[in-house]
């Protein structure tokens, strides 16, 4: 029987909850993936993925945005058009110290669904389709082991 164990990938991209949301941003950017685990002290406490990133820019950043009349933009193109339209010096800085102070912690999703490494894939596959989830961190107990993908179950189906 195919476990996750053989499947998991073992070097997890994970965050910490006072983490910035545009480190996070960029981390996804660059790394080509679309969540990750948020973990303290070795613990899985919450998983962000590019849907808190994106609930995170419709409420937060277009409220900021729609004040200065401008559209959804990067934080340094912002930070130029902002200068560049006169706004108000202090103004302008309080509205980027205010976006530059979001931490993962204050869009991660917390309840956390995890496997462990010796459950079934085909159970697994379950448990993302029953939550619509993309991605589960494996946990071992307690601490954080691995993170297994959708991509992961294709393989292991090949394999």
Known sequence: MKKVKD????KVVSFKPQDSVFDVAETFSKMGISGAPVVNKGRVVGVISETDLVKFMSMKLSAIMSSYEMP???LSTLCLNLIKAGKDHLDVKRD?????KIKVKDVMSREVISVKPDMNIFDVA???KKHDINRLPVV???RLVGIIARADLIRALVD
Not at 7 to 10: D, T
């Open 96 to 100: 980027i110290d205010r976006l530059l």
């Open 126 to 128: 379950s448990v993302m």
């Open 72 to 74: 959804l933009q990067s």
């Open 7 to 10: 499947f998991m990938n073992k």
């Open 140 to 142: 071992s107990k307690g």
